[in-house]
Nanobody
Framework: QVQLVESGGGLVQAGGSLRLSCAASGRTFSNYAMGWFRQAPGKEREFVAAISWSGSTYYADSVKGRFTISRDNAKNTVYLQMNSLTPEDTAVYSC????????????????????????WGQGIQVTVSS
């Protein structure tokens, strides 16, 4: 069973940066895509970014150019570097692991969907003050 543990959240001023980490265990990490989602108060959880098992990256339009997702397979960890943060980025951020082993490049659009993932972290709070 896959376990995911996020770290690195907190309070930051607008314009600042944070780096989230998600440590995975219980599965051969390098063979699976990973994603980040977020849920703001009163809103539904939304896609933020994903990285395929081969390293291709995908972003929501709202974070493109500001956030960077990366992975270190040797450390079984996925990262989300968040720059130029705004109060609209305030949310609980969760990482997730794809259910499909070595998902085909033709199916990468599915990485934006929550149902694609079969394991989730507990979530971590990111608060951006104005």
């Amino acid at each position: 069973q896959v376990q995911l543990v996020e770290s690195g959240g907190g309070l930051v001023q607008a314009g600042g940066s944070l780096r989230l980490s998600c440590a995975a265990s219980g599965r051969t990490f390098s063979n699976y895509a990973m994603g980040w989602f977020r849920q703001a108060p009163g809103k539904e959880r939304e896609f933020v970014a994903a990285i395929s098992w081969s390293g291709s990256t995908y972003y929501a339009d709202s974070v493109k150019g500001r956030f960077t997702i990366s992975r270190d397979n040797a450390k079984n960890t996925v990262y989300l570097q968040m720059n130029s943060l705004t109060p609209e980025d305030t949310a609980v951020y969760s990482c997730a692991a794809d259910a499909t082993w070595r998902r085909s490049a033709y199916a990468y659009m599915a990485l934006k969907l929550q149902g694609t993932y079969d394991a989730w972290g507990q979530g971590i709070q990111v608060t951006v003050s104005s």
